[in-house]
Structure formats: C-alpha cells, structure tokens
C-alpha cells in the first residue's frame, strides 16, 4: 500500500510539471520555433511594437490570445472574485464585478487578469534576452537604421506566405490592433463579389454543376444517406452561394453603418466611458449580423469538406450511417484537424485561430498537398476568414457593446427559410445521363437538355423565395428588388462561349459549318424540315409563307421586294455580291410545299452557305 502511494504521489508530481509545461506554452503560443524559424523577421518585429507600445495597449490582444487555453482549464489560475480594471491611471486596480465595466471592456476577471499579466511578462523577459543577444557588449548607436528596417518590414522577400488566407497567427507581430472599418468593407465588397461570380457559375454552366454534384454523389459521407438527406445535402451544395449573397449585403449595410456612427461619434468615445447609443446600436447590428453568418458558413462546411476527396479519410461507416470523425494518423496532419474543428459549430478554438492555422499549412504546402483544398471549398474558408477576421477587430475594440442591448427595427435579410428539397427539377437535371462515346450531335442536344434543367431549377427556386418572403409580408418591390440581387442579370459572356463550345463540337461531325446561326424553337423546326429529307422527316404538311419569311428573318436576312412581282430578295448583310437569294412567293395559294422547301433549302445552302448542322436554339434567359 506504502509503495502504491509513492507511485500516485509521483505519477501525480510529474502530472502537475507537465501540466505546468503546457501553461507556460499556452501563455505565448505564437512563440513556436517552427514559426520563428520560417520567418526570422517576425521576432523582430515582435521587439520593435513591443517596445513601442504601452502594455495597456496590448492587453486587449493578449486577453484574447487567451481565450481558449482559459476556458478549456489549460492553464493554472489563482480566484479571486474581485475584477481587475485593465485601462487609464487606475490599470491593475481590484474592484467589485461590474456588468457594464465588464461588457464595455474596462474590467476583466481577476484569474484572466494575471494570466494576461503572466503571459506579457514572460514576453519582456524573452524580448530583453534577444535584446541583449543584440546588442552584445556594444552601445546602442541610435535607431534611424532599425526604424529604416521596420519600414520594410526588415526586408521580408515576398513568397508563398503573402497569399494567405488569413494573417491571424501574424497578429502578434504587427502593431496593436485598430479597428479599421474601411478595411473590413472592402473585404466585404470582395467577398459580395465572388459570391455572385460563384451564383452565375452555378446558374449558367450545366457542366460545373454535374461534375460538383456526381462527385458529392459518390463521396462516403453522402453514399449510405436516405433519399431525402441526399436531396438536401445536394441541393444545399448547389444554392450556397445564393445564401451567401443573401446574407452578405445585409453585413455590408451594418459595416456602413458602423462607418458613419465612427465618423460622427469618433470625438465622444472614451475607454471607460459609454458610447452612445446610436453608436452602440450600429456596432451591436454589425455584430449579430457577423455571428450569424459565421454560423451559416460554419454549417455549410461540414458538406464541403465531406466531397472532398482528399477528405474522406475524416469520415468513417457506423451504424448510423455516415459520421466525422478526427483522424488518428502517425503524423499530425494539421490541415485535416483544422478543417474537422472548423467544421463543428461547438469546437472551442476560436475560429480566427482555426484559420491561422489552416493558412499557415495552405501556404507551405506545395502541388498535391495544396490542391487537397478545390476552388469551392478555398472560396468558402475565405469568407469564414473575412467574418471570423471582422468579429475579431470587433471583439478587440474598446469600448465593447454590451451584448444584451435592446435592437429596434425589422431586418429584411435575417432568418430567411431554406429551399426545400421537393424540387423535383433538381432529380430531372441529375438524370440526363451522358454516354462515353456519344456523337458531337449527341453531345449538343445533352448539354442543350442540361441547361433547360438547370434554368428550370433556377427557376423554381426564384418562385419558392418569392413565396416565401410574400408569405412574410414583403411587398412587391421589395420583393423584386431581392429576387434580382440574386438573380444572373447578364448571360452574354456565357451564351457566347455556349455557341463556340457548339461550334467545336459541330465542326467536328461537319467540317463546313464555319458558323452557328441562333435562331427561335418555331425557325428551328422549319430548317430542320427545310434540310431533312422528305421521306425521312415526320412533318410532311405544307408550311404558311409568312412562317418561311419569318425564320429567314429570324436567321438574319433582310427583305427586298420590288413592287407588281412576286419574286421576293432575301439578303444577308456582312455577304456583299452573294449574300441575295431571290424566292418567289406562291401564288394563287400562298403556301410552301415540301418540294418547294427542298428548292429554298439549295438555294440557300448555295448563296448563304446554310446547312442543318449550322441552326442552333437561341439560349433564353430564364424570367427571375
């Protein structure tokens, strides 16, 4: 039993040494010799704002720094129920809990206190000793030359690191932080932008969105799912950028918002006094609506990380069907524990934090490594690194808002409903299948088939979001404004590279067609009947002239006709000399009969160059 002891005793000491170990790491975590080591530079600019900027300046940052490590019990604190005030002359000073102090920032609790207070310590200790490696046994000679190297950031060469997507583990090596609300807009503005890139990729490239959804259709975590999760994973896949740009507009009015209550009260704020309230109302609006769009991303990247190939490995077969699991591997694959943690909307790191790391890993890796990451899922953890990075600047501003400040007023953007999964022409999109060695024809008429599908899907979705939000009192002008700030206003550029992709294929079974002419459904049918065989075409009737006029015109003729004849001139404009094909109009019966068809059909083939493969549908732009 005496021996027992000793062994609990002991097991117990090395216990408390190691957990004293991990205290001090989890004090300055960004003091890592991997990250120094990659960048020399950065401890050098840890000295120089250091030295040039009060501890007061820098405790906001550092509290924060601790937020994680102090709420998970990974560092060893002292309790005292007194608060601690952290701004002005009275800085270090005990007080009574205050819930205004504490949400405005000008207190803190006493255990997150010292640990702020231990961790800058241990810093100056760590910065005095590179100090004196420095300096050695020489006198200082001035600092014109290092402040020449700080403005150059002490001659970084631009790498690799530069493309990243967020500097939150470089946070530490900058100055301290300032809240730059024009910052944070563009960013916004950007990001606005790329979603609307993404939505009209959505909505106009069939091909995009078969190969995203066959290959979220074969991945582990959707293939053992019910019929109906299937549907909606797929469906939310394909409508995410919708929601982003649904939600961004409204974050970016509540930045502009914070901009002008900025510039108006910038005289009136004061750490450790309260803003007013208009100011706070803005910051208080600007917040929720962040946290609620990094709920939304957040959500969104359990499915796009479960398609990802590179990925799977995270997920494993279980009763239940499909579920996330964190990698047990040899080698610590820090890319994967990132994105596991990310994905989970109750994970304790903070998301800043989680991006840093993701980033930091993004920009060592090279080929394979960084293409573990596809476009979709980059784009999304650039916005979750934009709000994450927003929130961040917000948390760290003083004074704080309080959180449980009364908002007045309607927000328009705010909880809209999910599309629901009964759009059955999702499944009629899915189900246009493509054989391996289909015909150039063959190919035509499926991706023809495919983009009706998709703008039938488009379409279905614009009628459900006006539903909705006519069921949630929205007049029509409200309506119609949202509808179109969702909607692809121009399809040129696609149609363009439609008929070219057409015009590819085409050539290849008809080395003669040098053009595709764009023509109605009605125009089409005619020249098909105009080219095709009589005995081998089903339609065998005689045809109105006016319908012959129409689809000659349709094709990009115009007409001559000299008065007392019946002999009509049919030319086209960009073919001087030969574009001019004269048609007699029947007569005493004005109708086209297959013969005479047959006999327009050589004469145009002759004159204009026409040919069957050359008619093409007029891609339609679906109504919003």
Same mark, same amino acid.
């Given at each position: 039993?005496?021996?027992?002891?000793?062994?609990?005793?002991?097991?117990?000491?090395?216990?408390?040494?190691? *957990?004293?170990?991990?205290?001090?790491?989890?004090?300055?975590?960004?003091?890592?010799?991997?990250?120094?080591?990659?960048?020399?530079?950065?401890?050098?600019?840890?000295?120089?704002?250091?030295?040039?900027?009060?501890?007061?300046?820098?405790?906001?940052?550092?509290?924060?720094?601790?937020?994680?490590?102090?709420?998970?019990?990974?560092?060893?604190?002292?309790?005292?129920?007194?608060?601690?005030?952290?701004?002005?002359?009275?800085?270090?000073?005990?007080?009574?809990?205050?819930?205004?102090?504490?949400?405005?920032?000008?207190?803190?609790?006493?255990?997150?206190?010292?640990?702020?207070?231990?961790?800058?310590?241990?810093?100056?200790?760590?910065?005095?000793?590179?100090?004196?490696?420095?300096?050695?046994?020489? !006198?200082?000679?001035?600092?014109?030359?290092?402040?020449?190297?700080?403005?150059?950031?002490?001659?970084?060469?631009?790498?690799?690191?530069?493309?990243?997507?967020?500097?939150?583990?470089?946070?530490?090596?900058?100055?301290?932080?300032?809240?730059?609300?024009?910052?944070?807009?563009?960013?916004?503005?950007?990001?606005?932008?790329?979603?609307?890139?993404?939505?009209?990729?959505?909505?106009?490239?069939?091909?995009?969105?078969?190969?995203?959804?066959?290959?979220?259709?074969?991945?582990? *975590?959707?293939?053992?799912?019910?019929?109906?999760?299937?549907?909606?994973?797929?469906?939310?896949?394909?409508?995410?950028?919708?929601?982003?740009?649904?939600?961004?507009?409204?974050?970016?009015?509540?930045?502009?918002?914070?901009?002008?209550?900025?510039?108006?009260?910038?005289?009136?704020?004061?750490?450790?006094?309260?803003?007013?309230?208009?100011?706070?109302?803005?910051?208080?609006?600007?917040?929720?609506?962040?946290?609620?769009?990094?709920?939304?991303?957040?959500?969104?990247?359990?499915?796009?990380?479960?398609?990802?190939?590179?990925?799977?490995?995270?997920?494993?077969?279980?009763?239940?069907?499909?579920?996330?699991?964190?990698?047990?591997?040899?080698?610590?694959?820090?890319?994967?524990?990132?994105?596991?943690?990310?994905?989970?909307?109750?994970?304790?790191?903070?998301?800043?934090?989680?991006?840093?790391?993701?980033?930091?890993?993004?920009?060592?890796?090279?080929?394979?490594?960084?293409?573990?990451?596809?476009?979709?899922?980059?784009?999304?953890?650039?916005? #979750?690194?934009?709000?994450?990075? !927003?929130?961040?600047?917000?948390?760290?501003?003083?004074?704080?808002?309080?959180?449980?400040?009364?908002?007045?007023?309607?927000?328009?953007?705010?909880?809209?409903?999910?599309?629901?999964?009964?759009?059955?022409?999702?499944? @009629?999109?899915?189900?246009?299948?493509?054989?391996?060695?289909?015909?150039?024809?063959?190919?035509?008429?499926?991706?023809?088939?495919?983009?009706?599908?998709?703008?039938?899907?488009?379409?279905?979705?614009?009628?459900?979001?006006?539903?909705?939000?006519?069921?949630?009192?929205?007049?029509?002008?409200?309506?119609?404004?949202?509808?179109?700030? #969702?909607?692809?206003?121009?399809?040129?550029?696609?149609?363009?590279?439609?008929?070219?992709? #057409?015009? !590819?294929?085409?050539?290849?079974?008809?080395?003669?067609?040098?053009?595709?002419?764009?023509?109605?459904?009605?125009?089409?049918?005619?020249?098909?009947?105009?080219?095709?065989?009589?005995?081998?075409?089903?339609?065998?009737?005689?045809?109105?002239?006016?319908?012959?006029?129409?689809?000659?015109?349709?094709?990009?003729?115009?007409?001559?006709?000299?008065?007392?004849?019946? !002999?009509?001139?049919?030319?086209?404009?960009?073919?001087?000399?030969?574009?001019?094909?004269?048609?007699?109009?029947?007569?005493?019966?004005?109708?086209?009969?297959?013969?005479?068809?047959?006999?327009?059909?050589?004469?145009?083939? @002759?004159?204009?160059?026409?040919?069957?493969?050359?008619?093409?549908?007029?891609?339609?732009?679906?109504?919003?």
């Amino acid at each position: 039993m005496g021996s027992a002891r000793t062994d609990l005793s002991a097991q117990k000491q090395e216990d408390v040494a190691t *957990w004293k170990r991990n205290h001090e790491s989890w004090l300055l975590p960004y003091l890592d010799i991997d990250g120094l080591s990659r960048n020399p530079s950065r401890l050098l600019l840890l000295l120089h704002y250091r030295t040039n900027h009060t501890l007061q300046d820098w405790f906001a940052h550092d509290c924060h720094h601790l937020k994680c490590a102090f709420s998970e019990g990974l560092l060893v604190i002292a309790y005292n129920p007194h608060c601690v005030v952290v701004h002005g002359d009275r800085d270090g000073d005990l007080r009574e809990w205050e819930s205004v102090g504490a949400h405005r920032g000008d207190i803190v609790g006493f255990p997150r206190a010292m640990a702020t207070f231990e961790a800058q310590g241990r810093l100056a200790v760590v910065l005095k000793t590179v100090l004196d490696l420095l300096h050695g046994n020489e !006198a200082p000679l001035g600092n014109d030359y290092w402040l020449l190297l700080v403005s150059r950031n002490f001659a970084k060469p631009p790498g690799p690191e530069d493309d990243v997507l967020s500097d939150a583990l470089g946070r530490p090596f900058c100055a301290p932080h300032k809240l730059d609300i024009g910052r944070i807009t563009r960013k916004l503005r950007a990001r606005l932008d790329a979603a609307s890139h993404a939505l009209f990729i959505m909505q106009t490239d069939p091909e995009h969105v078969r190969t995203l959804l066959t290959r979220a259709r074969s991945c582990l *975590w959707l293939r053992n799912q019910s019929p109906l999760t299937l549907r909606e994973e797929l469906l939310r896949i394909v409508i995410g950028p919708m929601v982003r740009l649904e939600r961004l507009p409204g974050s970016l009015t509540d930045a502009l918002h914070v901009s002008l209550a900025v510039e108006k009260f910038s005289e009136d704020i004061e750490h450790g006094r309260c803003a007013p309230p208009q100011y706070q109302q803005a910051f208080h609006l600007f917040q929720k609506s962040l946290e609620s769009l990094l709920l939304d991303l957040v959500l969104g990247m359990h499915a796009l990380v479960g398609i990802q190939p590179a990925f799977e490995h995270l997920y494993c077969e279980c009763g239940l069907g499909v579920c996330p699991h964190a990698p047990v591997t040899a080698e610590p694959d820090l890319l994967s524990w990132g994105l596991c943690e990310l994905s989970d909307e109750l994970t304790p790191w903070h998301h800043d934090f989680l991006i840093g790391c993701i980033s930091d890993v993004l920009a060592r890796a090279e080929g394979k490594q960084r293409d573990r990451v596809d476009n979709h899922l980059y784009a999304h953890l650039q916005d #979750i690194a934009m709000v994450s990075e !927003a929130l961040t600047s917000l948390e760290l501003h003083r004074p704080c808002v309080a959180p449980d400040l009364k908002v007045c007023g309607c927000r328009i953007n705010e909880s809209l409903p999910e599309c629901p999964a009964e759009f059955s022409s999702l499944d @009629k999109f899915l189900k246009i299948s493509s054989a391996p060695s289909e015909s150039p024809k063959d190919t035509i008429k499926r991706y023809r088939a495919e983009q009706a599908a998709l703008n039938d899907f488009w379409r279905d979705i614009y009628k459900f979001k006006d539903t909705e939000l006519r069921n949630m009192g929205f007049h029509i002008a409200m309506r119609l404004r949202y509808l179109q700030a #969702i909607t692809v206003h121009s399809r040129g550029g696609f149609t363009e590279a439609l008929e070219r992709r #057409i015009l !590819a294929f085409t050539a290849t079974a008809d080395p003669k067609v040098t053009e595709l002419i764009p023509v109605s459904p009605t125009s089409l049918d005619l020249f098909h009947r105009m080219f095709t065989p009589t005995a081998t075409h089903k339609k065998t009737a005689s045809i109105p002239w006016d319908d012959l006029v129409i689809a000659l015109v349709d094709a990009g003729c115009t007409i001559e006709q000299k008065s007392g004849g019946s !002999a009509v001139n049919f030319i086209l404009p960009d073919r001087a000399g030969v574009g001019r094909v004269s048609i007699h109009r029947p007569h005493p019966d004005s109708r086209v009969n297959p013969i005479f068809l047959k006999d327009c059909a050589r004469k145009v083939e @002759k004159y204009f160059g026409w040919r069957r493969e050359g008619f093409v549908e007029r891609v339609r732009t679906p109504a919003g």
